[in-house]
């Protein structure tokens, strides 16, 4: 009986041991239950790493990568302002010319009669023009003549009346305002004889004119990229509603344009003098230039505007018409607080960063964002340079948690550096 009461008591025993045991399990996991999320887990190997950059001042700038195609500076087909004959032409396809050379020469026999009759018309009015000042001289002196006769006897009638007849002195009056009258009229000849010359020369300056058109010139340096005639052609006049093919073609090549088309989504932030980088594909050389000019206009059939960027081509190497690949930063600010972009998260709400603060705990900013580069972008408002914001994995952090922050190898841009 004793060893069935002490068996009783040892199981009783055991089994209160186990209760006590169970208890404080419970009571431990329900306490680690009710721990917040913020609380850190135990040892340092459990806290979660996080990628972090710091903010900084940055230059900014979108970058646009994009083909683009060389074209001459200056292009230009040369007609024959006079219709006629080619009677040489000087040059040929890929020929270097140079300005004011003399690349083909017209015949022109009815504008070569055009000129001489407007030489002889010339020397005609100049011939005119003596025979009326012959005219002005001999009317001015019969006018002194007469003058001084009438003048005479009107003194000689005052001094002596009644010796002169009434009649003469009246004859010598009138023969007086005849002579004057006359030389009136010889100036007026000689007035319209100098008009004559004048305009008879405008018909040898405009005929002159007409014939030097026969010699068709280069306007600039360049190259002659097409022949479109040859000796004999007849050329008919570039003024004419008719009018045929061109003689040549003179592109100016010694400087190109490089034209791309910029899409209508940062148009507005082209500028001029934005950097670009430059890769010919025919040539595999690789240079930066800068943007010369643009339309400020957009293409409405394309939604693009066209920008230009000259390119030195002394040796000729670029060809009009080569392709080359172009990355244009547009739209650059400098000095400016920026963050990787792959730092925001964008919600409905609003745009906010995680930001680990000093004792290494997640807290969430709300930020206001400006500019977007390549792969940075411009914070107006809402953090401090020197800040350090979680880039990647955002959805894996909550607030207040502790981390262990290590700055993330973040690839750089030549549109966003520092």
Not at 244 to 261: F, Q, S
Not at 295 to 322: C, K, W, Y
Not at 388 to 411: C, D, F, H, M, T
Request: charged letters at 20%.
């Amino acid at each position: 009986m004793q060893v069935w009461r002490r068996h009783k008591v040892l199981v009783l025993t055991v089994a209160v041991v186990c209760l006590i045991f169970a208890a404080m399990v419970v009571k431990r996991v329900r306490a680690g239950g009710s721990t917040s999320a913020v609380e850190p887990r135990a040892g340092a190997d459990s806290v979660p790493y996080a990628a972090v950059a710091p903010v900084k001042r940055q230059t900014l700038s979108t970058e646009l990568s994009i083909a683009g195609q060389f074209i001459p500076y200056q292009n230009v087909e040369l007609h024959a302002k006079v219709a006629g004959y080619i009677r040489n032409i000087n040059v040929d396809i890929g020929d270097r010319v140079h300005t004011g050379q003399v690349l083909a020469v017209l015949e022109i026999p009815e504008l070569v009669a055009q000129v001489d009759e407007a030489k002889a018309a010339v020397h005609h009015a100049e011939e005119e023009i003596q025979r009326a000042q012959s005219d002005v001289s001999r009317a001015e002196a019969d006018n002194v003549a007469l003058h001084s006769n009438a003048v005479r006897l009107v003194n000689t009638d005052k001094a002596r009346p009644g010796l002169i007849a009434q009649q003469e002195l009246d004859d010598a009056t009138a023969k007086d305002l005849a002579s004057q009258a006359q030389v009136d009229a010889a100036k007026s000849t000689l007035a319209a004889a100098k008009q004559q010359l004048e305009v008879a020369k405008a018909n040898l300056q405009h005929f002159s004119a007409l014939s030097n058109y026969a010699r068709i010139t280069a306007p600039y340096d360049g190259v002659v990229t097409w022949r479109f005639s040859d000796t004999g052609a007849l050329e008919q006049a570039g003024t004419s509603n008719t009018s045929g093919l061109p003689v040549v073609t003179v592109a100016e090549i010694d400087t190109l344009r490089l034209r791309i088309p910029v899409p209508e989504s940062i148009a507005a932030k082209v500028r001029l003098g934005d950097p670009v980088d430059v890769h010919v594909q025919a040539t595999g050389e690789q240079f930066t230039g800068k943007v010369a000019r643009f339309t400020n206009a957009l293409d409405p059939s394309t939604r693009t505007m066209q920008v230009e960027i000259d390119v030195p081509n002394p040796n000729f190497h670029l060809q009009p018409g080569m392709y080359a690949d172009v990355t244009l930063a547009a739209g650059r600010q400098t000095d400016v607080l920026a963050i990787p972009i792959n730092a925001l998260q964008r919600g409905q709400n609003g745009t906010a960063v995680l930001v680990v603060d000093a004792q290494n705990r997640v807290q969430k900013r709300e930020v206001r964002a400006g500019m977007q580069g390549s792969n940075n972008v411009e914070i107006l408002s809402g953090l401090n340079e020197g800040d350090r914001v979680i880039v990647g994995n955002l959805g894996s952090y909550q607030q207040g948690e502790l981390v262990q922050p290590k700055e993330a190898a973040l690839s750089t841009n030549s549109a966003d550096s520092e």
